[in-house]
T-cell receptor
Framework: DGGITQSPKYLFRKEGQNVTLSCEQNLNHDAMYWYRQDPGQGLRLIYYSQIVNDFQKGDIAEGYSVSREKKESFPLTVTSAQKNPTAFYLC??????????FGPGTRLTVL | QKEVEQNSGPLSVPEGAIASLNCTYSDRVSQSFFWYRQYSGKSPELIMSIYSNGDKEDGRFTAQLNKASQYVSLLIRDSQPSDSATYLCAVNPGTGFQKLVFGTGTRLLVSP
């Protein structure tokens, strides 16, 4: 079964806590992306990676960090520096520079 | 600032009608265009991609692109209540590796 998986589906974070969101794909796509979606708003790009061991900041990278040690995996860490992390987080992948396919998303809530 | 504009809606159509969703973009050199459907609480799923001027049809969906007018649209024929969702327009603003620019989406409501 090919596709993109994200875990967990729901995540709760306490104030001051770092949390890591998982994103895995078995589509053999080179590029991977992280977006944030707030209610009633569009997708905002957090980080993206074109190849293994390389990634670039998107439009709203402050308070987030990523790694790309394997082609299949692109985890996102939401750090305590992110002041308003409650949102729907979406991971996507693509064959550069073509169509992006999305995972099911992780809904993060700050308690 | 490269922008993609969509009317937020909601666009309300009766079942069986044609729904017309519109999108304009600011970057004249944009090369590829995508429509995604997003149900409430779910992630976006790709419906159509279009790269050349004109129409592209896939089942009940037709994407229309007019690069001179910087305009792309999505027509949904024989609209069904299950088509009720938010439709996102996305634009690849250039050649080579580019970040997609997304519109904020149009909410479509199809009433039985």
């Amino acid at each position: 079964d090919g596709g993109i998986t994200q875990s967990p589906k729901y995540l709760f974070r306490k104030e001051g806590q770092n949390v890591t969101l998982s994103c895995e794909q078995n589509l053999n796509h080179d590029a991977m992306y992280w977006y944030r979606q707030d209610p009633g708003q569009g997708l905002r790009l957090i980080y993206y990676s074109q190849i293994v061991n390389d990634f670039q900041k998107g439009d709203i990278a402050e308070g987030y960090s990523v790694s790309r040690e394997k082609k299949e995996s692109f985890p996102l860490t939401v750090t305590s520096a992110q002041k308003n992390p409650t949102a729907f987080y979406l991971c996507a992948s693509s064959i550069i520079p073509d169509t992006q396919y999305f995972g099911p998303g992780t809904r993060l809530t700050v308690l | 600032q490269k922008e993609v504009e969509q009317n937020s809606g909601p666009l309300s159509v009766p079942e069986g009608a044609i729904a017309s969703l519109n999108c304009t973009y600011s970057d004249r050199v944009s090369q590829s265009f995508f429509w995604y459907r997003q149900y409430s609480g779910k992630s976006p799923e790709l419906i159509m991609s279009i790269y050349s001027n004109g129409d592209k049809e896939d089942g009940r969906f037709t994407a229309q692109l007019n690069k001179a007018s910087q305009y792309v649209s999505l027509l949904i024929r024989d609209s069904q209540p299950s088509d009720s969702a938010t439709y996102l327009c996305a634009v690849n603003p250039g050649t080579g590796f580019q970040k997609l620019v997304f519109g904020t989406g149009t909410r479509l409501l199809v009433s039985p």
